[in-house]
């Protein structure tokens, strides 16, 4: 008789995968977090700045009335890994199975909630771009900048200037946070980046800082958000293809392969095709052909949006490092944009209710069903969104 240990591996993943998450999430160390003991909402209210008046003796001054607002942070995403085990694999292999179980649900669901945590930028009242800092309306409307490192670098001033933007309008510049993605880390330590700093804990080095930087902590993180725009002049030719995060699709007259697209009757009706195919949309075996679960996963994160013959890209997860080979040289992909962002630390609130576990026995089998999964959700007040600066960088520049 096979013995029922579906409690004891249940219990297992889910304290495995919290303690994981606690020790490599980046929205931990930066987020202010937010106690919601019940229900799923939580009211933030505030009151609104009040300015400086001038005094002269014997005279009445003009009251000014105290107004107030409310924000609500809401409970509102459910990441989840599900998977399926028999019992006697968890008899032949518990330890090796559930570690290795344990921290791939703790990736997913660690890309997943940093992915939203860094996607909340948009709501940042500042930027600092190519035309200097000023104030952020929409992050598709900002001119993203090169960084140039060597003799004759700009990171110092892209940087330090955003930093100077944000104190110059009242932001506390002791708590403030410079998250980057890993290829300027690379470029901000050949700069001199202050590493080894005393007083900060292992872990949060685990989380992604990586010393200081003109003053700042800096964080190097893979989830920033990031977009580019393929632009599909002309109807694909057979054999065409696009890379993204290293997954392929290819142009086809008649789909068969994993990854194939279907060429339509028009650019716009083959670019309606591609981004089924990278959404997981309806379509899968007419007009487009699923990939590997793998590959999928790679994917995730990344959506597509069809914009007649053109397809716009957003990524949760970094940078898209898109590339095409096209038969036109037309169709293209356009410049590729990474948002770095500096905020004080606690500018975006999180609420987080913790991992949880269920398993569910399928009847007739020894298999036990497992669904890891966590509860969270994200809010930038109305007075954080001024302690924020989002930095457009180009990741990768337009195809020739």
């Keep these: 008789m096979a013995n029922d240990l579906q409690y004891l591996v249940r219990q297992h993943y889910q304290e495995g995968t919290e303690d994981q ?16 003991p019940d229900g799923t909402t939580k009211n933030l209210p505030y009151i609104q700045m009040i300015s400086t008046g001038d005094y002269t003796k014997y005279t009445n001054q003009t009251l000014k009335d105290v107004k107030t607002g409310n924000d609500q942070i809401v409970i509102n995403t459910t990441p989840m ?32 909630i940093d992915g939203d945590f860094f996607a909340q930028v948009s709501n940042a009242k500042w930027k600092y771009d190519a035309n200097g800092f000023g104030r952020n309306t929409t992050l598709t409307s900002l001119s993203p900048i090169t960084l140039a490192p060597g003799g004759s670098q700009n990171i110092s001033t892209t940087y330090g200037k955003a930093k100077a933007g944000l104190t110059n309008t009242g932001v506390n510049g002791g708590k403030l946070a410079l998250c980057v993605d890993d290829f300027a880390i ?5 700069l001199g980046m202050e590493t080894n700093v005393q007083g900060v804990a ?27 725009t393929l632009d599909l002049a002309t109807n694909p030719t057979a054999g065409d293809y696009v890379d993204l995060q290293g997954v392929r699709f290819t142009f086809v007259a008649a789909i068969g392969t994993a990854g194939d697209v279907l060429i339509g009757v028009s650019a716009d009706a083959s670019c309606q095709n591609l981004v089924a195919a990278v959404n997981a949309a309806a379509g899968a075996g007419s007009t487009y052909t699923d ?31 898109a590339r095409s080979s096209m038969t036109n040289a037309a169709n293209d992909f356009a410049v590729q944009v990474i948002y770095h962002v500096i905020m004080e630390k606690g ?8 991992v949880k576990a269920e398993s569910a026995r399928e009847p007739l089998k020894l298999v036990t069903n497992y669904h890891i999964y966590a509860r969270y959700g994200f809010k930038v007040p109305e007075l954080s969104k001024s302690r924020m600066c989002v930095i457009p960088v180009v990741s990768l520049a337009a195809e020739a």
């Design 291 to 321: 990939i590997s679960s793998q590959d999928r996963a790679l994917l995730e994160g990344l959506t597509a949006t069809d914009g007649t013959n053109l397809a716009t890209f957003v990524s949760k997860n970094g940078a898209i490092l």
């Design 186 to 190: 690379a470029d901000l330590t050949t």
């Design 21 to 36: 998450l606690f020790k490599t999430l980046t929205a931990f160390d930066l987020a202010g977090m937010v106690d919601i």
């Design 202 to 228: 292992d872990v949060s080095y685990t989380r992604g800082f990586g010393g200081m930087f003109g003053g700042m902590k800096i964080y190097g993180v893979s989830t920033l958000y990031a977009t580019t």
């Design 347 to 354: 500018a975006i609130k999180m609420a987080f209710k913790g």
């Design 81 to 112: 890994v599900s998977f399926a085990l028999d019992d006697i694999d968890v008899e032949e292999d518990y330890i090796k199975s559930s570690s290795e179980v344990t921290s791939n649900a703790s990736y997913q669901i660690k890309r997943r």
